[in-house]
């Protein structure tokens, strides 16, 4: 694959420290699919559905130890189409490194949960899933700004989620200024419903359709009404699966050889047609994911892109912002606690090692103390992981929401070298 690559993207893993040999392991890395609904279905269910994944795969099929719902097929070339269980809508695909970063949210049932880059949805179909609670449901707020994408995201749920979909509304609006906030209490009780309409009939006739944030593009009825749209509870969970240049994936680069042409990728890189630097979009979709996030809360930070430049300094400059008293980076419970059974290994995160790094990177080594805050970050690394490339932060917030407002100036660690 390597010996395919377009000058452009070349330099694009020179300038961004990028190790090409990642890009080796292509041949060896297996597929992955998801289980939907793993949590209901019976044992046997669920061996019969490995089995038959098995058969349809012609190669093994084994689960991923410590990460519910994943098989393993180690067979890369295996297409979702030829799986029955995928045209049955008991499968997804989706690489065991997105699930990583749903788990690292440790959503609750009953959990409000705002995912603020959320097409094509599949790390959104979980969180439902999760958060679904029988008696008092929780709820999954999906943001994207391309409306084809999220109609993606509506097909995937209406497909999958099964009754979860009465928890789920999407919004087809920018990440960085999305502000509709979680849904009221109670929002799924016909009665509050009512009442609220009944002492506020201004509000009650509708939320305004014509505002995108406020507004959802999908939802069930319940979760359209003025009454769910316009209160001002914060989320409890948070998920930036920021827009990136998807380098770590190691399917989509495929997918340039195989459909798009090599030459695409060239651009895609280069950042042509993007309106500022990734790496200012991904720090302003993490502030406003932040300001959303309730005290006590948690969001995760994740990026399939393996570019400091995308992951760590952005990490840093939001660090920056923010500090001890107010967030904090904690350690991922999947990969941190010795029972998890999690089988995966994960690298740490990348920091400069000498000083004249440092300097390099525009960064004073008073700014040590930022990446000794990160630490508990991770990466996921194809040649390591036996995963697609990606980065995860888990963050508590400790404080309150007075800070870092998306008013705030903001800048990425380092941002004199991003290209
Ligand atoms: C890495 S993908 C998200 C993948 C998704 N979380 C999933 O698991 O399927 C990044 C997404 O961010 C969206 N995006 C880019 N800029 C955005 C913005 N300003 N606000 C909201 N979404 C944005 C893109 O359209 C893209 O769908």
Redesign the pocket.
């Known amino acids: 694959m390597y010996a395919n690559f377009p000058p452009q993207f070349l330099a694009f893993l020179k300038e961004n420290h990028i190790d090409p040999s990642v890009y080796d392991v292509q041949g060896g890395l297996p597929r992955y699919v998801r289980i939907v609904r793993y949590k209901q279905r019976t044992a046997s269910e669920i061996q019969r559905l490995v089995k038959q994944t098995q058969h349809d795969a012609g190669c093994t099929v084994t689960e991923v130890a410590g990460v519910p719902g994943f098989l393993e097929i180690a067979d890369q070339s295996v297409k979702l189409a030829q799986l029955q269980g995928y045209g049955s809508g008991d499968l997804v695909g989706m690489d065991v490194s997105?699930g990583i970063a749903v788990h690292a949210l440790s959503v609750a049932p009953g959990d409000n949960v705002l995912?603020?880059?959320?097409?094509?949805?599949?790390?959104?179909l979980l969180l439902a899933e999760q958060s679904m609670d029988t008696i008092a449901p929780g709820s999954v707020t999906g943001?994207?700004?391309?409306s084809h994408?999220i109609a993606t995201c509506r097909s995937l749920i209406k497909k999958h989620a099964g009754r979860t979909r009465g928890i789920v509304r999407l919004f087809a609006a920018?990440?960085?200024n999305f502000a509709c906030h979680a849904p009221r209490k109670l929002w799924w009780d016909a009665q509050a419903v009512g009442a609220f309409a009944q002492q506020n009939p201004a509000v009650a006739v509708a939320a305004d359709s014509s505002v995108a944030n406020e507004r959802p593009w999908f939802a069930p009825r319940l979760l359209s009404t003025a009454y769910a749209c316009s209160g001002t509870a914060l989320y409890d969970r948070v998920l930036v699966?920021?827009?990136?240049t998807h380098d770590g994936s190691l399917v989509h680069i495929r997918k340039y050889g195989e459909q798009w042409g090599w030459e695409q990728l060239g651009s895609q890189a280069s950042g042509s047609g993007r309106t500022q630097p990734v790496p200012v979009?991904q720090s302003r979709?993490l502030e406003n994911g932040w300001r959303l996030l309730k005290p006590g809360g948690v969001l995760v930070y994740s990026t399939?892109s393996l570019s400091r430049f995308q992951n760590e300094l952005v990490l840093g400059g939001f660090l920056a912002r923010h500090g001890d008293d107010e967030a904090s980076v904690e350690p991922i419970p999947l990969f941190d606690e010795k029972d998890s059974g999690c089988e995966i290994e994960a690298l740490p995160i990348w920091k400069p090692e000498t000083d004249e790094e440092w300097v390099r990177h525009g960064l004073g080594s008073q700014l040590r103390a930022l990446f000794q805050r990160m630490q508990h970050a991770a990466r996921l690394d194809p040649r390591v992981s036996n995963t697609s490339g990606m980065f995860i932060a888990r963050i508590r917030k400790i404080g309150d929401n007075s800070k870092g407002t998306i008013e705030t100036e903001i800048v990425p660690l380092g941002q004199s070298s991003m290209t």
Do not use: F, Y
Not at 143 to 146: E, F, Q, Y
């Open positions: 997105s995912d603020l880059c959320c097409a094509p949805g599949a790390k959104l943001v994207d700004n391309s994408r920018d990440g960085t699966d920021a827009e990136c979009l979709l399939c």
